[in-house]
Nanobody, 119 residues
């Protein structure tokens, strides 16, 4: 399984970015997909999750209304559209694939992409 994130960078407050995660080596349609982030000195936290069927979404409160998670089954890609970015969104963002068909579920991670929101 390989997850490769892209799209991070430096953006001013109020700006937008789109993160993408290209998945390979897995049955993409069978995995719960998520974005996590980790800011310096803080624990990694779940940002957004989309279910296998793509019909259910979870967002942490701080990004609701600003971030949108989506998945493209044909391209095996997970996306995160981030708008109205705030300095507190600065973190390394990680793509996560969870195989919930087994117990305990198994998680796979990408290498992360840096998002910096600063003027």
């Amino acid at each position: 399984v390989q997850l490769v994130e892209s799209g991070g960078g430096l953006v001013q407050p109020g700006g937008s970015l789109r993160l993408s995660c290209a998945a390979s080596g897995l049955s993409f349609s069978s995995y719960i997909m998520s974005w996590y982030r980790q800011a310096p000195g803080k624990e990694r936290e779940l940002v957004a999750r989309i279910t296998i069927g793509g019909s259910t979404y979870i967002y942490i409160d701080s990004v609701k209304g600003r971030f949108t998670i989506s998945r493209d089954y044909a391209k095996k890609t997970l996306n995160l559209d981030m708008n109205s970015l705030l300095p507190e969104d600065t973190a390394v963002y990680y793509c996560n694939a969870r195989d919930s068909r087994i117990y305990p579920p198994r998680d796979y991670w990408g290498q992360g992409t840096q998002v910096t929101v600063s003027s």
